[in-house]
């Protein structure tokens, strides 16, 4: 990243963050060597990464109303939603509170009243069991070494299984190593009915884990990645070539 600018950094309990840009394109990191975001400034909507990509293909299951977004970053995951329908409603939580300064400042937040920010701990959060329930659930939990363990945490699935709807959806992204995580997946497949997963060119493992059975065909999930590509305006068809169940 040698040739892109440094236009703000800070350091707090976690570490450092810092805002890097070149052109068009702005970039969030924790530690100066990665990419936790990455925003088009002119098309701040659509995703850089390919694992936001992925992890928009919780669209194929439906049109949420409400979701919950853990990890904000720097707010990719909710300009791509807020671009798909504008009446959805985000929670989106963060540990950090210079992340969520610096994703208003830096990466044109959408910020209105569909939009809520919580500063606190994702683990915290989610136990505390909030009555209203939620579609979907993104969990996008990283740090300067990694992807947080709490989501392999079996207290944190039973959290985001009570916090969703019958027919809600949980999106965890990991790393490509939980391909081979025997546990992960078990306590998935006991807690959820229908465990996909989805493989992406960055070396990122999503998952989508439905409260319900899902019945989705070849011929159908082309057609409503068609759609969806269309609507979110960048394509999808690539990703969804690599979108199987996780048995």
Known sequence: MEDYQLLAST????????????GDTRILTFGFHDEQSKLNKKAPHQPQHTYLKAMLMSLLYG?????????????????SLRKFDPAIKIT???????????????????????????Q??????????????????????????????????????DNCLYQLKDNGLLVLNCWKEARTDEELRQQLLSRFADVRACLTGSGNWVVFAARRPQV??????????????????????????KFEMWR
């Not at 049109?63 to 300009?79: C, D, N």
């Not at 989705?216 to 990703?239: C, H, I, P, R, Y």
């Open 120 to 157: 606190q701990d994702a683990f915290e959060y989610m136990a505390s069991r909030d009555d209203r329930r939620v579609d979907v659930i993104y969990s996008d939990l990283f740090h300067g070494d990694g992807m947080a363990e709490m989501q392999r945490d079996a207290e944190f699935l």
């Open 63 to 79: 049109t949420p109303k409400r979701v919950i977004v853990l990890g904000l970053g720097g707010g990719l995951l909710v300009h």
């Open 216 to 241: 989705f065909t070849q011929a159908g999930l082309k057609q409503l990645a068609q759609n969806l590509s269309s609507k979110l305006e960048f394509d999808l068809s690539q990703t969804l070539t």
């Open 92 to 118: 989106a939580v963060e540990l950090r509170e210079s992340v969520i300064n610096i994703a208003k400042q830096y990466f044109m937040l959408p910020l209105s009243k569909k939009l809520t920010l919580v």
């Open 11 to 22: 350091e707090d309990e976690y570490g450092s963050v810092a805002v890097l840009e070149l």
